[in-house]
């Protein structure tokens, strides 16, 4: 489907190089400050289902709140996409795991907001016990209508949380300062955290319903909660009891609210939230927000200055983060990973990178090596738990000179998936013994059919120190020409010679020795000379195209047992 006219302008009106952000949603300018000038960022007014699909694929990054549905069918479309943040809380309108498919982080504010959902709760709750919109109404049509508005007081009465998480702990805390009864119902809260807020836990929904004047629910809408409360749960409940949502619509089945209130088995609802939003003609949603009995607000929960501000600040800090190769702080489809952790490791996640990457092209090319890996760690990364994000750059590399995408899809997210899909097995061990080690840490990649690449850090530089049985020490960079030989004068001259001839500049070349025996599992700094008789590894940094033709000739070379072109 073609995009609107009004879209196309405003698509055309950036074209730099700078990455870009989509925010199809209000977001507070608090933290759009934060994102600086460095980016493209394309506000548009509103964004049909279809405008977005053909906006997506050139943004990278997508910032939302409740009203933008992140599909599985907009994913698939967003080839650059880094990240969705969602302004808020409940990330229910994005396909979570259609993201970490697409190795797309989804970040989230996850208490920006609870403050402002948690009293949005109240003031629903003194709505419906105090009939105050009914009165506004009232008195702006001319009337004074005191009789037939009498309320109820909440004081004294018991109030029903389902979902004790961070807003249902803070409605918990408010209610008891109203004077209320509070019980509450979560499979995952403890009776010692319910008590810290004068709260019982009832494990029974069954046994909470008859109990309450006032229902709650603070739950995400998941699988488990889709229709928590329908017709048998309200049918157990007072007919006097009043319910609240400002969770999700869909959390209490709405055709069955809608009949109770008419039914008159239940009192009286306070919704802030509904299945559709708007609520589509027709529907029950429709016809509970015209009702009588119900007080009903646009999805306001998280509608304050204070919570906007907080919320696009959290969210646009985390953007921020991963658009310029940092870590989110609360994602939902990465692992948790400390910043100073993260420090530690990031020089050590391109050393990884390139050594998977150097492994395929250069041993699979020679139909060695396997699928199953060791990654051993030795020194100061030794004593990183954490270490996630080399797993990840592992298969990255691994998988880059074999994918379509040159390992651009492979991340943090989605690491394991395609480790998975491709039967890649790595097995991480720290070893802390290592006496005679030279730099603060090795990485040490090991194949399950004995193929060994080891590497270091040192400063902002990374090394590969080892390649099999050869010893070495040069920088993985750009193309390199890797030459398995007998170690016999002229060799250099000849190759140099070759190269030459097709126009190609050799910019380093590093000569690997058979480490020798003595050395072996050493790996210290100390320099081996190759003897004469032994076979090396001629590793040559190049500059210029390297053909099929040129590696055939090259193999022709006397003395020369493999040649491999490795682009790192
Ligand atoms: N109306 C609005 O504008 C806003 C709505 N929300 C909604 O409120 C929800 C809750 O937010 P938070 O308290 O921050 O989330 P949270 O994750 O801190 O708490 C959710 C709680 O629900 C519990 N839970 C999950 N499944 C359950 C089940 N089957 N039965 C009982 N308890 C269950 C969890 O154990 C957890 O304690 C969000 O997911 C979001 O959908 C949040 C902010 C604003
Ligand atoms: O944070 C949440 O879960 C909310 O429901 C708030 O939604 P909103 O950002 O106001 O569209």
Not at 122 to 134: C, E, Q
Request: hydrophobic letters at 40%; aromatic letters at 4%.
């Amino acid at each position: 489907m073609a995009p609107s006219a009004n879209l196309n302008q405003e698509s055309h009106a950036f074209m730099s190089n700078r990455p870009k952000i989509l925010i199809p949603e209000k977001i507070s300018a608090d933290g759009l400050a934060l994102l600086g000038d460095g980016f493209d960022i394309h506000q548009p007014k509103s964004l049909s289902a279809a405008d977005l699909i053909q906006l997506i694929p050139a943004y990278d990054a997508l910032i939302i709140r409740s009203e933008t549905k992140v599909t599985a069918t907009v994913l698939a479309a967003a080839t650059k996409l880094k990240v969705v943040a969602r302004a808020g809380v409940g990330v229910d309108n994005i396909d979570v795991e259609a993201a970490t498919t697409h190795g797309v982080i989804v970040v989230n504010s996850p208490s920006g907001n609870i403050v402002a959902a948690a009293e949005h709760t109240i003031a629903l709750l003194m709505a419906v016990a105090r009939n105050v919109p009914a009165g506004d109404r009232s008195l702006r049509a001319g009337g004074w209508e005191r009789s037939k508005l009498v309320g109820t007081e909440v004081g004294g009465k018991t109030l029903g949380i389902i979902g004790l998480g961070k807003v249902g702990m803070k409605v918990a805390r408010m209610c008891v300062g109203l004077g209320m009864k509070v019980v509450a119902m979560d499979p995952y809260s403890s009776p010692e955290i319910a008590a810290s807020v004068d709260v019982k836990l009832i494990k029974d929904l069954e046994v909470l319903l008859p109990l309450v004047d006032f229902l709650t629910i603070h739950t995400p809408l998941i699988a488990s909660t889709l229709d928590m409360i329908s017709t048998e749960e309200l049918s157990k409940m007072k007919k006097t009891a009043k319910v609240l949502n400002v969770a999700r619509g869909g959390v209490y089945n709405e055709q069955a609210l809608l009949d109770a209130l008419e039914a008159g088995t239940i009192a009286g609802a306070g919704l802030d939230v509904f299945t559709s939003e708007p609520p589509t003609e027709g529907s029950a949603a429709e016809a509970l927000c015209q009702h009588s009995k119900v007080v009903a607000t646009p999805h306001l929960g998280a509608s304050t200055v204070e919570a906007q501000e907080n919320v696009s600040l959290d969210v646009c800090a985390q953007v921020l983060a991963i658009l310029t190769g940092g870590l989110p702080t609360s994602a939902f489809n990465a692992p948790l990973i400390l910043p100073e952790e993260y420090r530690k490791l990031q020089p050590y996640v391109k050393l990884v990178e390139k050594m998977g990457s150097f492994y395929t092209q250069h041993y699979s090319g020679k139909g060695v090596g396997g699928t199953k890996f060791e990654l051993v760690y030795e020194g100061e990364l030794a004593g990183i738990s954490n270490t996630r994000p080399l797993f990840a750059a592992l298969i990255k590399g691994l998988t880059s000179s074999i994918s379509d995408q040159g390992g651009r899809d492979v991340n943090i997210v989605n690491a394991n998936l395609i480790a998975k899909v491709k039967g890649i097995v790595v097995n991480e061990t720290h070893t802390s013994e290592s006496p005679d080690l030279a730099y603060a840490s090795l990485v040490t990649l090991r194949s399950e059919s004995g193929q060994i690449i080891s590497g270091y850090v040192s400063g902002k530089s990374i090394y590969i120190l080892r390649i099999g049985r050869f010893s070495t020490s040069f920088i993985p960079e750009g193309t390199l020409l890797v030459l398995h030989n007998y170690d016999e004068p002229g060799k250099i001259g000849g190759v140099g010679g070759i190269l030459g001839k097709s126009g190609v500049n050799i910019k380093f070349m590093s000569v690997a020795a058979l480490e020798r025996r003595e050395e072996r599992g050493k790996r210290g700094n100390e320099s081996l000379s190759p003897r004469r008789g032994d076979e090396a590894l001629m590793i040559l940094g190049v500059h210029g195209e390297i053909g099929r033709e040129l590696v055939e000739k090259l193999r022709e070379e006397q003395g020369i047992l493999a040649v491999s072109v490795v682009r790192v």
